[in-house]
Nanobody, 119 residues
Framework: QVQLVESGGGLVQAGGSLRLSCAAS????????MGWFRQAPGKEREFVAV????????NYADSVKGRFTSSRDNAKNTVYLQMNSLKTEDTAVYYC????????????WGQGTQVTVSS
């Protein structure tokens, strides 16, 4: 249906910034919105942000609000997660996911990219 490839993770010091990318291919016309999630070691996966594929409206988890910004480039079928003022507690594997029209949830997931924030 939709394939997602993430990039942009890495190691950064606390207070630093990273930008994640998520490139979509396949049946991108069915995408309703794109979500960002993360999973830290020993913890459950948690919601980070969501962006509407059509109008770019966004919503964020309270833990990242004011620090993270999601955007999209529809011409490139790519969404981004700009992460500023990173904290050690942001360390996790980050995933993007796509929800299509009619889906009950997120039906396509990226492979994940590691973000490590050092103190």
């Amino acid at each position: 249906q939709v394939q997602l490839v993430e990039s942009g993770g890495g190691l950064v010091q606390a207070g630093g910034s990273l930008r994640l990318s998520c490139a979509a291919s396949g049946r991108t016309f069915i995408i309703l919105h794109m979500g960002w999630f993360r999973q830290a070691p020993g913890k459950e996966r948690e919601f980070v942000a969501v962006i509407s594929w059509s109008d770019g409206s966004t919503n964020y988890a309270d833990s990242v609000k004011g620090r993270f910004t999601s955007s999209r480039d529809n011409a490139k079928n790519t969404v981004y997660l700009q992460m500023n003022s990173l904290k050690t507690e942001d360390t996790a594997v980050y995933y993007c996911a796509a929800r299509g029209y009619g889906d009950q949830g997120y039906s396509s997931w990226g492979q994940g990219t590691q973000v490590t924030v050092s103190s």
